[in-house]
C-alpha cells in the first residue's frame, strides 16, 4: 500500500465485503439484510459503500434524513432506501425520489397519508416503527388499533415493514430487558398484522442483535456499525475488519529544549529535549480536543507517539522523541497498529462517534476488493 500523501481516511470494500459475510454467516438464509448507511456510511463515504453492498445481496438500505437518500438515488441506488428520522417537510422529495419513510407517530402517519393521497399513489411503501422501550421513536402499543384504522383506511399506502429498536443489545446485564422488549414486539406487531391481507416484514436486531440475540432476527435485520467492522464486543471484534484507516503525514519535525512549550496555553512542557512532530489534522477534522494532552496517540514507523498540547483546529502535535522518523513519513491515526476501538477509548468515547465524526473535508481513498 502506498504512503499517505496527506491526511486520507482509506476505506477498504475487501473488509467490507468480510464484515457482511461474518454478519450473513449468523442468519438463516432466508432473513433480510438492511443495510444501515446513514452519516455518510459511519463518517465514510455511503456511494462507495452501498454500491458495493448492493453488489454483495444486500436487500435493503437505510438511511437517517431525507437527504441522505435522495444522495443514493442521484448515485445509482436502485434497492428500497428506508428512511429512518424522516420530516414532514420532506414527504414530497421522499415520494419524487422512490425513498420509503419511517412513520412513527400519528402526526407523521396523518401526514404522509395526506401526502400520498394528494399525488394518487397507491400501496405506497411505508414503514411503521414501534416503541417496546428505548423511548425514542415509535408507537406505544395503546395506539396500534389507531394505526391499523388510519392504515387500512386508505389505498394510498401499505406497510412494507413494522419494526422496532432495541435499547442494550450489546448488553448482557440488560438481558432481560431486551428479551421483554423482543416479546413485546412480537406482542404488538401480531395485534397490528393479524386482521392485514397481506404480510410485512419484521425487524428488530440491529449489530449486535444479530450477535446476541440471532433468533430475534424476523425477516429482516438492521446492521450498521458491523458492516464497518466493530462488534461491541471484545470477543466479536477480531471477527471483523475496521474498514476505515485514517492517515496523516508528518509536515514538520523540530527540536525543543527542556522548559519550552508547544502549543495552544503551553500546555505541553518538555522535561528534556524533545523532538516534536507536527500533523495536519485537527478538532475540525474529526479528532477532538479530549485525545490531546497525551490522552491518545498515533503510530509512527509502528512506534506510538502520544499527542502533546491542545488539539488545534487544523493541526496536532505529536512527541516522537526517540522514534527514527523524518519530514514526510507516514502516520496512522487509527488502523492498522491501533485499533479504532482503543483510539476511541483513549478519549472516552465508542467507534460510533469517532468514526461518524471525520469529517467531509477529510480526503477519502477507496480500496477496491
Ligand atoms: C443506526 C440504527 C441502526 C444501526 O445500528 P448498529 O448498532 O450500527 O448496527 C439500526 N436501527 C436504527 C433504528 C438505527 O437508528
Not at 65 to 86: A, F, Q
Not at 226 to 233: A, E, K, P, Q, R
Amino acid at each position: 500500500m502506498p504512503e499517505a500523501k496527506e491526511t486520507v481516511l482509506e476505506i477498504d470494500l475487501g473488509n467490507l465485503a468480510h464484515n457482511y459475510r461474518f454478519l450473513r454467516s449468523k442468519l438463516d438464509k432466508d432473513v433480510k439484510f438492511l443495510s444501515v448507511v446513514k452519516a455518510h456510511a459511519y463518517g465514510s463515504d455511503s456511494v462507495a459503500i452501498a454500491k458495493k453492498l448492493q453488489e454483495l445481496g444486500t436487500d435493503y438500505f437505510a438511511v437517517a434524513y431525507v437527504e441522505e437518500g435522495i444522495r443514493l438515488r442521484e448515485n445509482g441506488i436502485t434497492l428500497p432506501i428506508l428512511v429512518l428520522h424522516p420530516q414532514v417537510l420532506h414527504f414530497e422529495e421522499i415520494i419524487e425520489h422512490c425513498l420509503e419513510p419511517n412513520l412513527y407517530s400519528e402526526r407523521t402517519l396523518k401526514a404522509f397519508i395526506s401526502a400520498a393521497e394528494k399525488s394518487n399513489l397507491k400501496d405506497y411503501p411505508v414503514h411503521i416503527k414501534l416503541n417496546t422501550g428505548l423511548n425514542r421513536l415509535g408507537f406505544d402499543q395503546p395506539e396500534i388499533k389507531k394505526v391499523f384504522d388510519l392504515v387500512t383506511g386508505t389505498k394510498s399506502i401499505k406497510i412494507a415493514s413494522v419494526f422496532s429498536h432495541l435499547a442494550a443489545s450489546e448488553d448482557w446485564q440488560e438481558r432481560d430487558f431486551t428479551i421483554g422488549q423482543i416479546d413485546l414486539f412480537r406482542k404488538m406487531t401480531w395485534q397490528l398484522i393479524e386482521n392485514l391481507d397481506y404480510e410485512p416484514i419484521l425487524h428488530i436486531c440491529n449489530t449486535s442483535g444479530v450477535i446476541n440475540y440471532p433468533k430475534a432476527a424476523f425477516s429482516m435485520v438492521r446492521t450498521g456499525i458491523g458492516l464497518y467492522g466493530y462488534g461491541n464486543d471484545k470477543n466479536v471484534d477480531p471477527e471483523l475488519k475496521p474498514v476505515g484507516t485514517l492517515k496523516t503525514i508528518i509536515s514538520q519535525i523540530r527540536e525543543i529544549g527542556k522548559g519550552d512549550t508547544v502549543g495552544y496555553n503551553r500546555v505541553f512542557k518538555a522535561e528534556k529535549p524533545t523532538r516534536i512532530a507536527t500533523l495536519p489534522i485537527g478538532h475540525a477534522d474529526g479528532i477532538n480536543r479530549i485525545y490531546g494532552k497525551q490522552k491518545a496517540g498515533v503510530y509512527v514507523n509502528g512506534k506510538y507517539a502520544p499527542i502533546v498540547g491542545n488539539v488545534c483546529m487544523d493541526i496536532i502535535m505529536i512527541n516522537v522523541t526517540g522514534i527514527d522518523c523524518e519530514e514526510g513519513d507516514e502516520v496512522i491515526v487509527f488502523g492498522g497498529p491501533q485499533h479504532p476501538v482503543a483510539f476511541a477509548e483513549a478519549g472516552g468515547t465508542i467507534s460510533y462517534e469517532l468514526i461518524t465524526g471525520i469529517q467531509r473535508r477529510v480526503s477519502k481513498k477507496i480500496i477496491p476488493e
